[in-house]
C-alpha cells in the first residue's frame, strides 16, 4: 500500500504570459474609456464655445 502513488491535482503559481494579456487588456479597456470621457468632454467644451461665439448664450448674469 505504500506503494500506490495519489493523483492530487498540482497548484501552479500565475501564468506570466496570462498574467501580460490580461493587464495588457485591462489597460486597453481603461484607457478606451479614458479616451471615450476626453471626447465628450471635448464636445461639451467646444460646443460650449460655438453657442457663445454665437450670442445664444452668455457668461454674464442679467440683472433684474
Do not use: S, Y
Given at each position: 500500500m505504500a506503494g500506490h502513488k495519489i493523483a492530487h491535482a498540482t497548484l501552479k503559481g500565475p501564468s506570466v504570459i496570462k498574467e501580460i494579456c490580461i493587464?495588457?487588456?485591462?489597460?486597453?479597456?481603461?484607457?478606451?474609456?479614458?479616451?471615450?470621457?476626453h471626447w465628450n468632454e471635448q464636445r461639451k467644451v467646444r460646443q460650449f464655445y460655438d453657442l457663445l461665439e454665437k450670442g445664444e448664450i452668455g457668461v454674464v448674469a442679467e440683472e433684474e
Open positions: 493587464g495588457i487588456a485591462l489597460g486597453l479597456v481603461a484607457g478606451g474609456m479614458w479616451k471615450m470621457h
